[in-house]
């Protein structure tokens, strides 16, 4: 599978809604043979770009869940009936369709990223918004200090204290936030 790295902006063809794909996700497209892709909403603001061969992983898992139950059946809906095959052209090209455009809210300026595995489109208010927001540094934080947890337990416990309370502070906000 392709390992895709970075955070690239790209100017969106206003008249045709056509990018120009960034040279380092090029060459991982090139190695692996990925020019096709499925663009899938996303849940947070963003589009998903899913290689075929992901994507075909992922129609083998939904093959498996019955087809009458209804979250089988919503989840189908988002992710098959909400998605677009895109093919990347010869010259690294692809155009992007009305609704990725409107869903990322993306219009002269794209940012795409890589997630390893896969790609994300997002409009650049809403990346700035993500990337910057106090939940996700929270979740980064706690994620690291799982993955990585320090020798040094008095550090780590005023650590894991302050994050602690930037969650109860951050959950103050959201319940004010409701509550107006």
Known sequence: MADY????????????????????????MESYNQKIFYLVRGTRGNVQMI????????????????????VSQKVRSFLVGGSAR????GQYRMTLPGWVRDHAKISDTAVLIGCGV????????????FISSEEVKVLIDNLLLKLFPSKLNDV???????????RSNIAQVET?????
Do not use: C, M
């Open 5 to 28: 790295v970075g955070e690239f902006h790209i100017t969106v063809d206003r008249a045709t809604g056509r990018i120009v794909i960034p040279n380092d996700f090029r060459i991982e």
């Open 51 to 70: 290689p075929s061969q992901l994507w075909d992983e992922l129609r083998e898992t939904l093959s498996k869940e019955p087809v009458f139950n209804p």
């Open 86 to 89: 895109i093919q990347v052209d």
């Open 118 to 129: 896969y790609l994300e489109l997002w409009g650049e208010k809403s990346w700035q918004e």
């Open 156 to 166: 780590n416990n005023d650590v894991n204290k302050d994050i602690s309370i930037q």
């Open 176 to 180: 004010n936030k409701d509550n107006r």
